[in-house]
Structures are given as structure tokens and as C-alpha cells.
């Protein structure tokens, strides 16, 4: 497999004016005398002195996507993935927080993998009750849907191939979401996936996750995958859950309460297990129908 010296640095940037041009100075540097390499930032709507200072950079491989309003994460990303000349793809988020010479780490495994993952650690990544609560949630539902454990699921830090990419474009979604989205796709798909460790800073500026909003958005994309991809997972799930909630409810019942209503509820809730698998047995006769169309 030829090793290619060309790379494609993405960097989305939302009123980052604080953090972006040493963001951009600490790609430079990485990547001078190392790749040819241009860096495309991704201005998606800042209200601040962002884009004047982008502007202001000395670095001759800069190219500026501006967009006049913001358009959200994802979709600065995907354009930005759009008009990269070389298929070797990085991106990095432009408020600090992500050690840039790190780059240079994740591409020793290029091109033998498809994407090379930066794992977050250290106190900051793990810092705010909710963002770990949640973290642990998709941790455990991704793993759940691909079979496997994921040692990050949305990390901001990757390389990948843009020719890959490219054949799920269909799928770009606008949000923070889109790297969860990139990850779903590279695992179901059965593309090689490397993750390697770094150091999660804590970021320049104020942070523009919406934590409940890309919470249920993800949670979203997490739903639609498992059901295109392994339907009967997602059903069989269902089932499952619905059961147990039925035998919790009838111990409870029948230890505490004792009222005939909830025995006939637990046991509806119980008996639902099959019927719900049944119709994961169809969805799933249902898409390996529709993949043999696809493949004539």
C-alpha cells in the first residue's frame, strides 16, 4: 500500500477569535517539511473577529470557506470535505483543544487504516457530570450495535480517506453528531478503525455544544444505524427490555401492592417479547431483501 505525502487539514471554526490562530500556527508547524498539505477553515457564520484573523494568517496553504450564516458542525466539516484536493483527510476543532502535533502520530498508520481515531483523556475530557453520564450511554450503545468496544465515539481529532467518505455522503448530517456519524459508518461498514491516545485540553473561548440537543440527536443516529444496518439488534433489544420491565413490575406487585390491574399489565409487558421479536424477524428479512435488490 503506497504511502501518500499529501494531507488535507479540515478546521470548523464558530467565534473561536481567541484560539484559532494558534490553532492554525500549531498545524503549520506540524505539518511543514513533513506533508505538502493545505489547511481549509471552515468559517461557519462567527460573529466575532474570527474570520478577520484567519484572514490575517501568514500561512501561504490557507484556504477560507465562509459561510455568511451558521450552518452547524457538520455541515462545515462535509463542505470542507468536499473541496479537499488530497483523499488523505484531517480535521481538528480550532479552540485549543486538541493537540495538534498529534497529527503527525495518527498518520503513521496511514493508509493501512481507513480512519485513525484521537482517544480522549485526562481530567478535562472527563470533566461535567452530564457530558460523562452521556458519554458512558453512547459508549455502551455504540458498542452494543457494532459488537465492539469504542474508545471514542465523537472525537474532533481524526484522519481518514476521503474516498471512503464520500460513498456515505448521502448521510452528512449538520450537528456535532457528524463524527458519530463518520464512526457508525466506518465500524458497520467493516473499514479498519485505529484509535490512538491524547490529551484533551480544556478549550479557548465558550463552548458551543448544545449537550441535550446533540445528546438527542445522536441518540437519533445511533437508532437509524442499528436499524439499517442490524435491524433485529435494535428489536431484539426492545424485546428484551420490555420483559424485564414486565417481571420487575409484577415483583413489585406482587410483594407490595397485589392489585390485579398490574399483574395483567406485567404480564403484557412479558408476553410482548415475542410479538416485538417477531417483527424484528421481518425487518431483518426485509433488509437482506432489499440489500440482494441492491446488489443485482
Known amino acids: 500500500m503506497v504511502k501518500e505525502s499529501t494531507i488535507s487539514v479540515i478546521v470548523?471554526?464558530?467565534?473561536?477569535?481567541?484560539?484559532?490562530?494558534?490553532?492554525?500556527?500549531?498545524?503549520?508547524?506540524?505539518?511543514?517539511?513533513?506533508?505538502?498539505?493545505?489547511?481549509?477553515?471552515v468559517n461557519d457564520g462567527s460573529t466575532d473577529t474570527t474570520l478577520d484573523k484567519v484572514r490575517e494568517s501568514n500561512i501561504k496553504n490557507l484556504r477560507i470557506i465562509n459561510h455568511i450564516e451558521n450552518l452547524g458542525y457538520g455541515r462545515?466539516?462535509?463542505?470542507?470535505?468536499m473541496v479537499a484536493k488530497?483523499?488523505?483527510?484531517?480535521?481538528?476543532?480550532?479552540?485549543?483543544?486538541?493537540?495538534?502535533?498529534?497529527?503527525?502520530?495518527?498518520?503513521?498508520y496511514y493508509p493501512q487504516y481507513d480512519m485513525i481515531v484521537g482517544a480522549r483523556k485526562g481530567k478535562e475530557y472527563k470533566r461535567g457530570i452530564f457530558k460523562r453520564l452521556s458519554r458512558i450511554l453512547f459508549s455502551y450503545s455504540v458498542a452494543y450495535v457494532i459488537g465492539k468496544k469504542v474508545p471514542d465515539v465523537n472525537s474532533g481529532l481524526r484522519i481518514f480517506k476521503k474516498d471512503v467518505v464520500m460513498r456515505f455522503q448521502h448521510s452528512f448530517c449538520t450537528g456535532f453528531s457528524f463524527t458519530t456519524v463518520l464512526t457508525l459508518f466506518f465500524f458497520l461498514n467493516h473499514y479498519y478503525?485505529?484509535?490512538?491516545?491524547?490529551?484533551?485540553?480544556?478549550?479557548?473561548?465558550?463552548?458551543?455544544?448544545?449537550?441535550?440537543?446533540?445528546?438527542?440527536?445522536?441518540?437519533?443516529?445511533?437508532?437509524?444505524?442499528?436499524?439499517?444496518?442490524?435491524?433485529?439488534k435494535l428489536f431484539l433489544l426492545l424485546a428484551a427490555l420490555s420483559s424485564i420491565f414486565g417481571i420487575?413490575?409484577?415483583?413489585?406487585?406482587?410483594?407490595?401492592?397485589?392489585?390485579?390491574?398490574?399483574?395483567?399489565?406485567?404480564?403484557?409487558?412479558?408476553?410482548?417479547f415475542f410479538p416485538i421479536f417477531g417483527l424484528g424477524l421481518i425487518a431483518n428479512q426485509i433488509k437482506q431483501v432489499y440489500k440482494s435488490n441492491k446488489m443485482e
Open 86 to 108: 488530497y483523499n488523505c483527510i484531517a480535521i481538528i476543532d480550532g479552540d485549543g483543544s486538541y493537540p495538534a502535533e498529534m497529527i503527525k502520530h495518527l498518520y503513521d
Open 76 to 81: 462545515s466539516l462535509s463542505d470542507g470535505i
Open 248 to 272: 420487575i413490575l409484577e415483583i413489585v406487585n406482587y410483594s407490595i401492592f397485589r392489585i390485579d390491574f398490574l399483574s395483567i399489565l406485567s404480564a403484557i409487558f412479558i408476553a410482548s
Open 12 to 41: 470548523p471554526v464558530y467565534n473561536e477569535e481567541s484560539a484559532i490562530l494558534q490553532t492554525l500556527d500549531d498545524v503549520n508547524k506540524t505539518l511543514e517539511d513533513f506533508l505538502q498539505n493545505e489547511i481549509i477553515v
Open 193 to 232: 478503525v485505529k484509535y490512538v491516545p491524547i490529551d484533551y485540553a480544556k478549550r479557548k473561548g465558550k463552548s458551543k455544544v448544545s449537550h441535550f440537543k446533540d445528546t438527542l440527536r445522536s441518540t437519533q443516529i445511533i437508532a437509524e444505524a442499528v436499524l439499517y444496518y442490524n435491524p433485529l
